[in-house]
């Protein structure tokens, strides 16, 4: 134990206080030894006897590894194995302070062995990071969610040979690290593509709460509302279609969600979904519901979804959400990361609902399951592979599409099979079957999702109705009859969730009731009186909450254009990061995340002169400030609505 009481170690242990659990007394078989090479000065690590290192020159051999690796200031580095004690210093030395460096063993034991001589002047240079053994292998995936991914332009492991060919351990930690870094990687290219949109549709959406029809409630007020009740999650895989007869025979025992690519296919075959589940921020989600009677559904839409599909009356009401993420970081704090947007949920909403998701909109269906209480989910048309090479089930939007482009030459076959070929596939395992089915990385990374679901929610019973997509891990393949016999001892529901006002109230009667009551909130359900005894807002809404928002935003809007203004017109050449406004926007969360891809653009490249550094995030505000105000006065709110 003396290892950890020195004022170095205890410095270290403040800042990264993870590392005092080296030092537990951990049991292990292994003897792990620090040894003198045979050149002065350099160390090897010996496992058992064995040396993992070159025992003449292990620094020779590091340095000889390590020029085989190109590492940019903007890498993330991670070393599998520590059998090397200078590769361990090298890339250290090699990399800047605070850029970050993760050492990767196999054997908590190993660490005290390594400490004082190698480790601890490596863990005094903030971005180093260690996680050896199977008990911190958790925490080290909990940190690599939580990495802010902004300024890393990539990823690059490094292998002590010696070590990642002894223990297979190591393959199984870079291809799990390899998912995780690639799906966060395209959470940020998501992020760039779609942040200023998702904002944008946040802001139309919270600030026409209660102002038309659809009424909008939050997710909050369904949590754990449906517990021993069965959910069906209806995805448009192509299996769908041959599994519809298996739902038709247990309809009545079931609550029916349905993603919205799915629904056309339920309605043709005469199934009424309780729900049906929306993400997408781009108006191409509204062919999924375009021609179809729709006002006896409600619709589950996160907050940045399309505001052209929210604002046309076609549903019983709308369930809105914000996608959060929760990680715990490599301190063991908990934090909460928030859809751009969504962080202005709460000046409108007391309390929305955090819905986790995985980037589509089956990962959030499920979680909205989740969050409800459902005690068990059957997946159903959940293929995430391309079974019969096809791409979607035949009845969606999609497909209906593509059936207009059918001619003698290009069958529908052929359009499923170019589509499939211009995208990154791979085979893997069948869903309750020997074999392989093909896929691709996109819908490889939901599974995975999927399989990480499955581990976090055993109070749930989760079973896959699909003899043809991809396994998913922790979900057992059913075949529809087996899924039948489950279900033979679960009496009918009778619909117990149509008498929560989400369900009540159709389009028809809120037309009846705004005709005969223009004065009253379109909110009937729950209302709060003034002290003058008049109606005030329901209780799920703060009082004048949109109009407040509004309010704020454009006071918000008018405060930067007159800073800009004053910059531009200050004569003193000065850095725009360093003046007041710029500071003043880093702590208003949704306009920071709006210029996110300039400040990026900045951060990567330092060599740019200060007038192109200025003019670039000025005139980045200036044309997000001109995409806001379309979003506060539309063209189409300037017009009546007849003549």
Not at 434 to 455: K, M, N, P
Not at 544 to 559: M, Y
Request: charged share 25%; net charge neutral.
């Amino acid at each position: 134990m003396s290892q950890i009481i020195d004022p170095i170690s205890s410095e270290i242990f403040e800042r990264k206080p993870y590392l005092r659990n080296y030092f537990r007394n951990f049991s292990s078989e292994n003897l792990w030894e620090l040894g003198s090479a045979k050149k002065e000065g350099e160390y090897y690590v010996s496992l058992n006897g064995e040396p993992l290192s070159s025992s003449f020159s292990p620094l020779t051999q590091a340095i000889r590894l390590l020029d085989t690796y190109s590492l940019k200031s903007t890498d993330i580095v991670i070393l599998f194995g520590l059998g090397n004690p200078h590769l361990i210093q090298k890339i250290s030395e090699t990399l800047a302070p605070g850029q970050i460096l993760i050492l990767i063993g196999d054997d908590e034991t190993l660490i005290p062995v390594i400490w004082d001589e190698i480790l601890k002047p490596v863990m005094t240079i903030p971005g180093r990071h260690l996680f050896s053994g199977e008990a911190f292998f958790p925490l080290f995936f909990n940190y690599l969610e939580s990495l802010p991914i902004e300024r890393v332009s990539g990823l690059k492991v490094i292998r002590n040979p010696t070590d990642t060919n002894r223990n297979p351990i190591y393959r199984e930690l870079e291809e799990k690290t390899q998912t995780v870094f690639s799906a966060k990687m395209s959470d940020l290219l998501t992020k760039f593509e779609f942040e200023r949109l998702w904002i944008k549709n946040s802001i139309w959406n919270l600030i026409h709460v209660g102002k038309t029809p659809p009424v909008r409630y939050p997710i909050s007020s369904l949590k754990d509302q449906f517990k021993g009740l069965t959910a069906v999650l209806v995805s448009a895989g192509p299996s769908l279609r041959k599994n519809l007869t298996w739902l038709q025979n247990v309809r009545d025992k079931v609550f029916v969600l349905s993603c919205d690519t799915s629904l056309k296919v339920l309605i043709k075959a005469g199934i009424e979904a309780d729900g049906v589940v929306t993400l997408d921020a781009q108006t191409n989600s509204f062919f999924h519901f375009m021609g179809e009677s729709l006002t006896k559904i409600p619709l589950f839409a996160d907050l940045v979804s399309s505001p052209t599909l929210l604002r046309e009356p076609m549903f019983r009401s709308v369930v809105h959400s914000v996608t959060a993420k929760y990680q715990v970081d490599a301190e063991g704090a908990l934090v909460r990361e928030v859809t751009a947007g969504g962080e202005l949920a709460e000046q409108v909403f007391n309390e929305v609902g955090d819905i986790q998701s995985g980037g589509s909109v089956a990962t959030t269906a499920f979680d909205m399951l989740r969050f409800m209480g459902f005690t068990s989910v059957y997946f159903l048309g959940q293929d995430l592979a391309y079974s019969g090479r096809e791409i979607h089930s035949t009845g969606t939007h999609h497909n209906e599409k593509w059936l207009t482009l059918l001619n003698r030459k290009n069958s529908l076959e052929r359009i499923n099979e170019v589509i499939i070929r211009k995208r990154e596939t791979r085979f893997v395992p069948k869903a309750g079957a020997e074999g392989t089915v093909l896929t691709d990385y996109v819908l490889d990374l939901y599974r995975h999702w999927f399989e990480e679901s499955a581990t976090s929610v055993s109070e749930m019973k989760l079973f896959n109705v699909n003899e043809d997509g991809a396994e998913i891990a922790g979900i057992p393949s059913v075949r529809p009859d087996k899924a039948i016999e489950n279900l033979e001892n679960t009496p009918n529901h009778n619909y117990p969730w149509r008498k929560i006002a989400i369900w009540q109230m159709g389009f028809e009667e809120k037309r009846e009731l705004e005709t005969s009551s223009k004065n009253k909130s379109l909110y009937p359900q729950k209302k709060e009186k003034t002290n003058q005894g008049k109606e005030d807002h329901p209780t799920y809404l703060h009082p004048n909450g949109s109009e407040k928002l509004f309010q704020t935003i454009q006071k918000d809007l008018e405060f930067m254009e007159q800073g800009l203004n004053q910059f531009e017109a200050d004569p003193e050449k000065k850095p725009f990061q360093d003046s007041d406004l710029w500071i003043w926007i880093r702590e208003q969360s949704y306009l920071r995340r709006m210029v996110r891809k300039t400040e990026i653009y900045i951060l990567r490249h330092k060599d740019l002169e200060l007038d192109r550094k200025n003019q670039l995030l000025i005139q980045s505000i200036k044309k997000e400030i001109r995409y806001l105000k379309r979003s506060l006065y539309p063209m189409i709110d300037s017009f009546p609505e007849k003549g």
